[in-house]
């Protein structure tokens, strides 16, 4: 597979802008170059991306934050390899995603990312242990195997106790942390998670949010989470706020 030669200089993006890199410096774990995104719903072209620049370095804790149809939710999605661009490059190290098929994108999303969604999408035939092991089995595993690494995964995040109920017979705070652990089954570099507080109660987004925040400070995994409560956007190491398919704004986090 042929990698494309990186540009030495990105746009900016409303004054955010990438930095040229060091001769010989390891590059970000995530490069995303003047990213755009169009499409039409009816005869109206939406334009959810315009124009992205954006760095995301190994063991960042990134908060993409802004309302409701800035475009944040797009653009973790193609940092997912789930939708393609319609202009601009992202890189992983000195991969250029999107030269890959989408087969070859799965495969690499299955074994680098591990995605947590809003709400999550059970096998309803399988308890919660069976559910969390599944992107193991899929991959190949011995199933007895993918239990066992299912099986621990969920008593360091204090939900043993769960592996045989059902996920529908959970809690929205208990689901979510069974859609993590499933999220971490295959020991991925990197999270990325969509508005993964959206529908629970305070005291339980709060525990995601910490549970989160633990997984980024003391497992050194790589966290990006899309939000828009403005309660969480002085947590993790980094955030930038989105408005109308640009990034406004980029801040670094200073209370950890």
Same mark, same amino acid.
């Given at each position: 597979?042929?990698?494309?030669?990186?540009?030495?200089?990105?746009?900016?993006?409303?004054?955010?802008?990438?930095?040229?890199?060091?001769?010989?410096?390891?590059?970000?774990? *995530?490069?995303?170059?003047?990213?755009?995104?169009?499409?039409?719903?009816?005869?109206?072209?939406?334009?959810?991306?315009?124009?992205?620049?954006?760095?995301?370095?190994?063991?960042?804790?990134?908060? *993409? $934050?802004?309302?409701?149809?800035?475009?944040?939710?797009?653009?973790?999605?193609?940092?997912?390899?789930?939708?393609?661009?319609?202009?601009?490059?992202?890189?992983?190290?000195?991969?250029?995603?999107? @030269?890959?098929?989408?087969?070859?994108?799965? *495969?690499?999303?299955?074994?680098?990312?591990?995605?947590?969604?809003?709400?999550?999408?059970?096998?309803?035939?399988?308890?919660? *242990?069976?559910?969390?092991?599944?992107?193991?089995?899929?991959?190949?595993?011995?199933?007895?195997?993918?239990?066992?690494?299912?099986?621990?995964?969920?008593?360091?995040?204090?939900?043993?106790?769960?592996?045989?109920?059902?996920?529908?017979?959970?809690?929205?705070?208990?689901?979510?942390?069974?859609?993590?652990?499933?999220?971490?089954?295959?020991?991925?570099?990197?999270?990325?998670?969509?508005?993964?507080?959206?529908?629970?109660?305070?005291?339980?987004?709060?525990?995601?949010?910490?549970?989160?925040? $633990?997984?980024?400070?003391?497992?050194?995994? @790589?966290?990006?989470?899309?939000?828009?409560?403005?309660? $969480?956007?002085?947590?993790?190491?980094?955030?930038?706020?989105?408005?109308?398919?640009?990034?406004?704004?980029?801040?670094?986090? @200073?209370?950890?």
């Amino acid at each position: 597979m042929n990698k494309k030669e990186r540009s030495k200089e990105t746009p900016t993006s409303k004054g955010v802008g990438v930095p040229t890199e060091s001769v010989g410096k390891k590059p970000p774990l *995530i490069t995303v170059e003047n990213l755009k995104k169009s499409f039409r719903v009816g005869k109206n072209k939406v334009r959810a991306l315009r124009g992205v620049d954006l760095k995301i370095e190994k063991g960042d804790f990134l908060l *993409i $934050y802004g309302p409701s149809g800035c475009g944040k939710t797009t653009l973790l999605n193609i940092i997912a390899g789930l939708d393609t661009p319609t202009a601009g490059r992202l890189f992983y190290r000195d991969l250029d995603l999107f @030269t890959l098929d989408e087969d070859s994108r799965g *495969i690499f999303r299955s074994k680098r990312m591990g995605i947590v969604h809003q709400l999550s999408n059970w096998v309803r035939s399988l308890n919660t *242990i069976e559910n969390v092991a599944l992107p193991l089995i899929i991959e190949g595993k011995k199933e007895s195997e993918a239990i066992k690494h299912a099986k621990s995964i969920m008593s360091d995040l204090k939900i043993g106790d769960l592996a045989h109920q059902l996920p529908t017979q959970l809690s929205g705070g208990q689901q979510q942390k069974a859609e993590i652990a499933r999220a971490l089954v295959s020991k991925p570099q990197i999270i990325l998670a969509d508005e993964p507080t959206g529908d629970l109660d305070t005291s339980s987004a709060d525990e995601i949010m910490g549970l989160l925040d $633990y997984l980024n400070k003391q497992l050194g995994r @790589t966290i990006v989470l899309v939000t828009h409560n403005p309660n $969480y956007a002085s947590m993790g190491t980094r955030k930038i706020e989105m408005q109308d398919g640009v990034i406004t704004k980029s801040t670094c986090n @200073t209370n950890e």
